[in-house]
């Protein structure tokens, strides 16, 4: 199941993770939730591809390691998400649609 590009309506912020946002429910190991929110990743989506920290031009996303997750124990965390240029990249590369970018969503 993709990202629910509705997250912010129908989920609360948690935590705050290295300055961005974390959307619940989380329980670790899993559910992980959603962090960022101008770029938002479901960390419960996400399965490790990397395609969008090699392709980001402006590399907002670092790996977070994830142990005991049942899809994958890494994923793509926005940690300089505020660098977000909006390109898309990132959403249209990741094959699960793990990534939502919304320029509207823009918190900083
Ligand atoms: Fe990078 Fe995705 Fe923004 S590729 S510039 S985080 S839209
Ligand atoms: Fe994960 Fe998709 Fe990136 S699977 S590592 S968010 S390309
Ligand atoms: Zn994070």
Known sequence: MPIDSDFESTREVVDDHEGHDVWGPVEEPEPLGIHGTHVAVDFDVCLADGACLEDCPVDVFDWVETPGHSVSDRKADPARESQC???M???DV???DAIDVDPTRRTE
């Open 85 to 87: 240029i909006d390109c």
């Open 89 to 91: 990249l990132c959403v």
């Open 94 to 96: 990741c094959p699960v």
